[in-house]
């Protein structure tokens, strides 16, 4: 809280003044007279004394005189005159300021206003660097009543140790000092500390001396004998603007850190994103190659099963009963959808690792939609659905991939049969100016609006209760979708919930050019033998053990990877460039032509006959980059 005695005789003015400051922190003590400011600071001790030049008992010199002789408050003079003498006197005496009494409003807010730059200024260090002891004395007391924390030298040698010491924000310095010259005692502060104000005061400066000391590096120059107002008006100004000035370039620095920390986390987090990256590539090819393998080695058993089921539950031989024909009716069932499970697995890596390829041809598409519908009618009536097939006569042939269309549109049927039951199923095609559409049409249990959307999501149904209801993996439409775009199509889906939906494949109309058959002609395989990678075949049981070395290989090779000599001697060899054989003893006969890379741990158990086989032999565990290297 800050303590103020406010000393005016117009009482209105006094309330008006005290009421406002005591808004800003101030305890504020109004009086009218000099006998009542005597009383008062005989009581209390007062920051501040608000005074007028006039009050009932004194005025002008002899008030100021008066007062300075009882307090060492700080004054700030109310006056309606304006007299230059009397302000030089004023200041002598030691006043902050001399503020006219003309605008009550802007009394009010530079009062405000110098009290806050008098209290701040505790923060601020000044020195002065003076050998006139009555000068330096002068300046100092001027400068203290303002709140200022000084240091004084008599010497220029003296006052730059100080400077060196000491957080200096201002140096009011003589130029002319009896031990140096002050302009090399500037040079020397400036070396110090170049942003650091330097006020030149001097008897004797004219124009060149001004001058020179302004290029050296001062911020003002002041002529003795000096003015005090001129001399502390001065003062407040040039520690304002450098302070200001310091806390811009704070700031600014403070703001260049902040960018450089940002830029560098920025930067470091780019580095953490692409290594991420890299490993969700390495991840998401082991998981393909591992979803591979897996499917392949469930396929093989599968086939046999389901075949072995699917002649078993005929019962041919009449030596089953009923419930045994059941349960293998139940295990064949099983098996298919299993299958079916496998092989969306399956067309999911692929088309992740862009392995899916069209094949194009000129083929009858209503032909194909309707061997389809033929092939589906069994199904249908069996679950008491009529199944309908509507074909437009213009569509004759098209030049597309049949095999990636009937898998799209034997989905959108297998999705009809599976969510409608005593209702209707419509398999119509369709010509329009600008495309193709082949649509199924149903009157299941439909789709609501809001969730339409995310029907092609991976392994999403629309909502758990259905999944629960009627099966799936909900890859289904997902791989449509994928394959559909593959073919510079799209899927559109109109749905209500109980009525029913409708999934259209809609293929860009110049693929049923027929004019333009003979420009576009399908990629023969031997057309494409040029662009064939070089094949490499592995043995070996380990798969997670060759996973890494078998990703890094598929960004230049084909790759296959066996388990077991079974699988082994199944294979073509001749198709391969490369036979990679780890810890496996097979028929080298077979690979004498080959470039042929074994693995091992230990040499040492195999006859040297038949490491002689070999064009290249390498210790484990592995060296991916000397593997890959020889191989490239």
Known sequence: MINILVAENA???????????EKNNCDCKQVYSLKDIKKAVS??????IILSLYLVDAEEKKLIKSVRKITTSKIIVLTSKNNDELREYLFKYGIIDYLNKENIEQIIKNIKKLIKQI????????????DSNVIRKQEAELLSRRNYNIFESETGKNGIKIFNEQNIDLVILDLELNDMNGLDVLEQLKIKNIYTPVLMVSGTGNANSVSKCLKNGASDFIRK????????LKTDMIIDYYSKSKELQDYKNNLEKKVDEVVKETKDLNIELIKQKKDLIIANDAKDIFLANVSHELKTPLNSINLISSIMKKNSDNNLNEKQIKNLKLINSCGKNLQCLINDILDISMLDGGEVQLFNEKFDLNYSLKHLYETIVPQAENNNINFEFSFDKN??????????????????????????????????????????????KDDGIGIEKNKIEGIFD?????????????GGAGLGLSISYSLSQLLEG???????????????LVLPKKITHIAKMDIIKPVKKDDMKTFEKEKILILSSEMLEMMHFVIKLKNNFEVKQVLNLEQFDNENIDEYKHIVINEFLIDTEKIKDLDSILLSKDFSKYEEKYLNSYKKKLDKPIKIDELIQYLE
């Open 11 to 21: 009482k209105m003015l006094s309330n008006i003044i005290s009421n406002e400051l």
């Open 43 to 48: 009581i209390e001790k007062y920051d501040y």
């Open 119 to 130: 209290e701040e200024n505790s923060k601020r260090n000044i020195l002065i660097i003076e």
């Open 225 to 232: 004998p000096i003015i005090f107002e001129e001399f502390v």
């Open 395 to 440: 569509i004759k042939y098209i030049f597309s991939d049949e095999k990636r269309i009937m898998q799209i549109i034997k989905n959108f049927l297998s999705n009809s049969l599976k969510f409608t039951k005593n209702g209707n199923i419509c398999l119509s095609s369709k010509e329009s100016p600008d495309s193709i559409k082949i649509s199924v």
């Open 458 to 470: 991976r392994f999403k149904q629309v909502d758990g209760a259905i999944a629960r209801k009627y």
């Open 490 to 504: 799209n899927i559109e889906v109109t749905s209500k919930i109980t009525s029913g939906s409708t999934f259209t």
